[in-house]
């Protein structure tokens, strides 16, 4: 994925991105199933405006600390504002790639959390950086939605193959509980558990869900359409998610919370005896 044209995106969204209610008790959620502790160090990546990293930082007091990271000046901007606002003097932001991390040492924290990030990050590079960043014995938290969802956006995808488009689902590296599993097992890490939700969103117009779509760093592949492809294609989305509109829960949001964690040492020491 083009970082400069995801970090463009976000500068974009991020006046706005705070005012979706649904993201607040998304982070919280996410960081009440860790089961933070008092003292512990934690990397919120891909922060976004630090509703993760605000939750997290209540949850391990004074004695702790919290740094979120994300590559968008813009959302670090609107986490620095809700910072001030909330008095909290345990979180710090630092403007970085969250797939790299070159800035932080290795072993450094006790957790990482990622609350939507990967739903625009590479799997497989976000996990391998998060890991070497996990102290041995770490844990991973991260939320994601389910492959296949929203179903707006699956409703995108399927009318971009009429014009010749064969976009990828983002969430399908993590998106279920096996495909999880599989890519944290991959990155080395050892999975626990899946913890299932639905986050009931109200309908959203067509208008606003292809403007959504179509600059998505997700779907850059759009732009190579012609003008008049183009429009034939918002106005087949427009039809196909006008029907949804009669759909029951159409636009619900089925997610999951998934919790991995880095071998400690011994565990280590372990797997490189066996034959």
């Known amino acids: 994925?083009?970082?400069?044209?995801?970090?463009?995106?976000?500068?974009?969204?991020?006046?706005?991105?705070g005012q979706l209610s649904w993201h607040a008790g998304y982070a919280e959620r996410l960081v009440e199933l860790a089961g933070l502790t008092p003292g512990m160090r934690v990397l919120d990546a891909a922060t976004g405006t630090g509703l993760a990293a605000l939750a997290a930082a209540r949850a391990v007091g004074p004695s702790?600390?919290?740094?979120?990271?994300?590559?968008?000046?813009?959302?670090?901007?609107?986490?620095?504002?809700?910072?001030?606002?909330?008095?909290?003097?345990?979180?710090?932001?630092?403007?970085?790639?969250?797939?790299?991390?070159?800035?932080?040492?290795?072993?450094?924290?006790?957790?990482?959390?990622?609350?939507?990030?990967?739903?625009?990050?590479?799997?497989?590079?976000?996990?391998?950086?998060?890991?070497r960043v996990l102290k041995p014995g770490g844990l991973l938290g991260f939320s994601a939605m389910r492959a296949g969802f929203p179903r707006a956006a699956r409703v995108f995808r399927e009318c971009a193959r009429d014009f010749g488009l064969a976009l990828i689902d983002p969430m399908a590296e993590?998106?279920?509980?096996?495909?999880?599993?599989?890519?944290?097992?991959?990155?080395?890490?050892?999975?626990?558990?899946?913890?299932?939700?639905v986050i009931a969103l109200p309908p959203r117009n067509a208008a606003d869900l292809w403007r959504g779509h179509v600059v998505s760093p997700n779907y850059s592949e759009v732009a190579s359409l012609s003008p008049e492809e183009t429009a034939a294609f918002e106005a087949r989305y427009h039809a196909r998610v006008s029907e949804l509109l009669n759909e029951p829960d159409a636009f619900d949001l089925p997610v999951i919370y998934v919790y991995a964690r880095k071998p400690g040492r011994a565990g280590r020491r372990e797997a490189a005896a066996m034959p």
Request: charged share 25%; net charge negative; aromatic share 10%.
């Open 174 to 197: 993590v998106g279920t509980e096996d495909s999880s599993r599989t890519a944290v097992a991959e990155a080395g890490l050892v999975y626990e558990r899946a913890v299932p939700d």
């Open 1 to 17: 994925m083009d970082h400069r044209r995801t970090e463009s995106y976000f500068d974009g969204r991020a006046a706005g991105y």
């Open 64 to 131: 702790g600390q919290v740094v979120g990271v994300d590559i968008s000046a813009g959302m670090l901007r609107e986490a620095d504002r809700l910072l001030t606002a909330s008095g909290l003097t345990n979180v710090s932001y630092v403007k970085a790639d969250a797939t790299a991390l070159d800035g932080f040492d290795d072993e450094a924290f006790d957790v990482v959390l990622c609350c939507a990030g990967l739903l625009y990050l590479r799997a497989s590079a976000a996990f391998a950086a998060w890991r």
